[in-house]
């Protein structure tokens, strides 16, 4: 019973129940329709022979005379079937004919008429019927009565009881045909939510497990490619996304918790050194110093940290503009062009101008930045050439590409990817200030325009290329 | 000067009040909203300094309404909140400047003394002259005792800054905000080469500079 009410409550059922009712309901105005239109074309039907015997019986008593009238009528009159006969005199008194009792009313006044009758010599298939009396038969009759030339009286006819059970029979397929409608709806409606039920029950169990912490578990996907499939990509997307998050998220703990805490016990030292009795002046004064120092590295990471993390949340309320993105790297590459020509680094740019793009302006810039000021890091090729980084800016159809390549040593294939991850700063550089966030900051600006980052083999050195769609 | 100082936080507001008179400021505090209002509306100020979360009454709302009695007062706001669109937010609602918490004091003073500058008609002047070094706005040309100096387009409009606020210290980050546009920190010294390419060419070979560097703090183009 519970299994019952359970199926009643889904949609399915309910929508299978509405459309057996929406069957039922047409199937009776149809059958209604069909059984109308066809008792109106069978009276027609029936109305034109009354009328074209008329004609012709009235053409024979023209023709050929009141005898041959009275022959042609009996002769009609003892044939199987439907018709109905009457010919009478002037006073409408029964002369010939297979109807005896046609009301005296019929018979005086012509016109068209439908009554009661009883029928002595009744349809067709009673009369084979041998070594029994003619079983009286209640008839209707549909006739047409006249008067002919000699004032004679002629009603022709039809016994319409035929007509009666041809509407029983219209009635009694009718019938078959809802129980039919109502017995397949039924079966197919069951099918149908059973096997819908069951593909709930599968994305049901699937989230209960999720709930319960078994993050990787995932909803089956058949084959079918139906709604159910779409919902099933669509959940599971979503799933790997959070998964993806609440890695991150993991990582973000683990990472801050070493990366913020070594400058913090710095800070902490530093703040010591400064109290200690034996502190001369300058001493506390560097102490300070350094602990504003210390500090300000903290903050920033800080806001990195927050800037990453808001990135990643995705587009920030002030939403994205229409910007003209050559303006902004030919900006940061101006910037930088002097500090890195300090360092001995070459700055090369080769950039498309007037390419537009749906961004955020500061963000590219700040991600433009942390290209440049990691390049610049980095561009001191091993063999004692000078540095040089070249900027790129290409509008490649579909995308825009933007690259800032040096000629340092690269970052070996296995790190490639890892450097993009939070804080994750290679042996080499440890010793280099930076937070290592940098690139992690480009990877989610990346993101959130919809566009990739990668780093590539410059042969030698790294190549970073941000590529974003062109709308 | 007079200045209004709209914070919650006490123990940062009675740094910031002491900061400000050790550099020759007379500074009243309001500890809320309300307060900081009535106070604003009340008196006259050289410049607010409010903070946008403050209880019974948020900041950009004091300062909304200050704009819409149509009073000039220069604003700075102080946030917490300093993604873009909260800097955006904030400089729609009617504020002049936006920093950032936490911030370094000599950054708040100096857009402070810049701020207060801005309410008086230098703003509109068409040539500054500092010692023997002009500079004219229309015709774009800077000479130093009478001698021509070729500037190129970004350290000409970084000159124009730093000539337009001529005796204050204007920081790095007012800097790269006036003069580039952007509100990001470099972790670099990017703005400091710059200037020291500026300076090789106004100061260079002349007796008396007139770049300076404020230890700490930034810049401040001075006789």
């Known amino acids: 019973m519970n299994r019952f009410a359970q199926v009643w409550r889904t949609s399915t059922v309910r929508l299978t129940a509405t459309f057996i009712a929406i069957f039922i309901v047409f199937a009776i105005l149809l059958m209604a329709f069909i059984g109308?239109?066809?008792?109106?074309?069978?009276?027609?039907?029936?109305?034109?022979?009354?009328?074209?015997?008329?004609?012709?019986?009235?053409?024979?008593?023209?023709?050929?005379?009141?005898?041959?009238l009275a022959f042609a009528v009996n002769r009609l009159s003892s044939q199987p079937g439907p018709g109905i006969y009457f010919l009478g005199d002037a006073a409408g008194l029964y002369l010939l004919g297979n109807v005896t009792d046609v009301p005296a009313e019929?018979?005086?006044?012509?016109?068209?008429?439908?009554?009661?009758?009883?029928?002595?010599?009744?349809?067709?298939?009673?009369?084979?019927?041998?070594?029994?009396?003619?079983?009286?038969?209640?008839?209707?009759?549909?006739?047409?009565?006249?008067?002919?030339?000699?004032?004679?009286r002629l009603v022709?006819?039809?016994?319409?009881?035929?007509?009666?059970g041809y509407s029983a029979i219209i009635l009694q397929s009718f019938m078959v045909g809802v129980v039919g409608i109502v017995l397949f709806s039924l079966?197919?409606?069951?099918?149908?939510?059973?096997?819908?039920?069951?593909?709930?029950?599968?994305?049901?169990?699937?989230?209960?497990?999720?709930?319960?912490?078994?993050?990787?578990?995932?909803?089956?996907?058949?084959?079918?490619?139906?709604?159910?499939?779409?919902?099933?990509?669509?959940?599971?997307?979503?799933?790997?996304?959070?998964?993806?998050?609440?890695?991150?998220?993991k990582?973000?703990?683990?990472?801050?918790?070493?990366?913020?805490?070594?400058?913090?016990?710095?800070?902490?030292?530093q703040a010591e050194a400064a109290l200690r009795d034996t502190a001369s002046v300058e001493t506390r004064e560097q102490a300070l110093e350094n602990v504003i120092a210390e500090s300000d590295r903290l903050i920033q990471t800080f806001n990195a940290l927050l800037m990453i993390a808001r990135v990643e949340a995705g587009a920030p309320s002030g939403a994205?503009?229409?910007?003209?993105?050559?303006?902004?790297?030919?900006?940061?590459?101006?910037?930088?062009?002097?500090?890195?020509e300090d360092e001995g680094i070459a700055v090369e740019t080769r950039i498309a101008e007037g390419v537009t793009l749906k961004a955020n302006r500061e963000l590219i810039g700040q991600a433009m930045v942390n290209l440049l000021e990691n390049a610049m890091k980095y561009a001191r090729p091993e063999d004692g050439k000078s540095g040089r980084i070249d900027v790129s800016l290409s509008n490649e159809g579909d995308r825009v590409c933007i690259s800032v390549a040096d000629n340092g040593p690269g970052i070996p294939d296995a790190d490639r990817k890892r450097v993009l991850e939070r804080f994750v700063r290679l042996e080499k550089s440890r010793s280099e200030p930076g937070s290592g966030l940098g690139l992690s900051l480009v990877n989610a600006v990346a993101r959130l325009h919809g566009g990739t980052f990668r780093i590539e083999d410059n042969a030698p050195g790294v190549r970073a290329v941000l590529e974003f769609p062109a709308r | 000067m007079k200045i209004l100082l709209i914070e919650d936080d006490r123990e940062a507001a009675s740094y910031l009040v002491q900061a400000l008179d050790e550099a020759g400021h007379v500074t009243h505090h309001a500890a809320d909203?309300?307060?900081?209002?009535?106070?604003?509306?009340?008196?006259?100020?050289?410049?607010?300094?409010?903070?946008?979360?403050?209880?019974?009454?948020?900041?950009?709302?004091?300062?909304?309404?200050?704009?819409?009695?149509?009073d000039k007062t220069p604003v700075l706001i102080l946030s917490a909140l300093g993604e873009v669109?909260?800097?955006?937010?904030?400089?729609?609602?009617?504020?002049?400047?936006?920093?950032?918490?936490?911030?370094?004091?000599?950054?708040?003073?100096?857009?402070?003394?810049?701020?207060?500058?801005?309410?008086?008609?230098?703003?509109?002047?068409?040539?500054?002259?500092?010692?023997?070094?002009?500079?004219?706005?229309l015709s774009r040309k800077v000479e130093r005792d009478g001698e021509n100096i070729l500037l190129q387009p970004r350290e000409f409009r970084l000159l124009e800054y730093l000539m337009k606020n001529a005796g204050k210290v204007v920081t790095r980050t007012m800097l790269l905000e006036n003069v580039w546009d952007y509100h990001f920190d470099p972790q670099t010294n990017v703005i400091d080469v710059h200037m020291s390419r500026l300076r090789s060419k106004i100061d260079k070979g002349h007796a008396n500079p007139l770049l300076h560097t404020v230890r700490g703090a930034g810049y401040m183009i001075r006789e």
Do not use: C
Not at chain 1, 156 to 164: I, L, N, P, Q
Not at chain 1, 198 to 215: A, E, F, P, V
């Open chain 2, 33 to 70: 909203g309300e307060t900081g209002y009535a106070m604003a509306s009340g008196m006259d100020y050289d410049v607010l300094i409010v903070d946008r979360m403050l209880p019974r009454r948020d900041g950009l709302s004091i300062v909304e309404s200050l704009r819409a009695e149509d």
């Open chain 1, 187 to 249: 079966i197919a409606g069951g099918i149908t939510a059973r096997r819908v039920l069951r593909r709930i029950d599968t994305i049901q169990q699937t989230s209960t497990k999720i709930m319960s912490g078994n993050l990787s578990e995932r909803v089956p996907v058949t084959r079918r490619n139906d709604e159910f499939d779409a919902l099933a990509t669509n959940l599971n997307a979503m799933l790997d996304r959070i998964e993806q998050l609440l890695q991150g998220l």
């Open chain 2, 85 to 137: 669109d909260d800097r955006v937010t904030g400089l729609r609602a009617g504020g002049d400047d936006y920093l950032t918490k936490p911030y370094a004091f000599t950054e708040l003073l100096a857009r402070v003394e810049v701020l207060a500058r801005r309410s008086s008609p230098a703003e509109a002047a068409t040539s500054y002259t500092v010692g023997g070094l002009s500079l004219d706005r």
């Open chain 1, 320 to 340: 994205l503009s229409e910007i003209n993105i050559s303006e902004i790297v030919a900006d940061v590459a101006e910037l930088y062009g002097p500090v890195a």
């Open chain 1, 156 to 164: 022709v006819g039809r016994d319409v009881v035929e007509r009666r």
């Open chain 1, 251 to 269: 990582e973000v703990t683990d990472n801050v918790a070493h990366d913020l805490k070594t400058p913090l016990t710095r800070l902490r030292n």
């Open chain 1, 106 to 152: 019929v018979v005086i006044n012509p016109g068209v008429y439908s009554f009661d009758y009883e029928r002595p010599n009744p349809l067709g298939d009673d009369v084979v019927e041998e070594g029994r009396p003619p079983r009286q038969r209640e008839g209707i009759a549909v006739v047409r009565s006249i008067e002919l030339d000699n004032g004679m």
């Open chain 1, 36 to 68: 109308w239109q066809s008792s109106v074309q069978i009276q027609r039907q029936q109305t034109d022979d009354i009328d074209r015997e008329i004609r012709q019986f009235q053409r024979i008593e023209t023709n050929q005379g009141i005898r041959a």
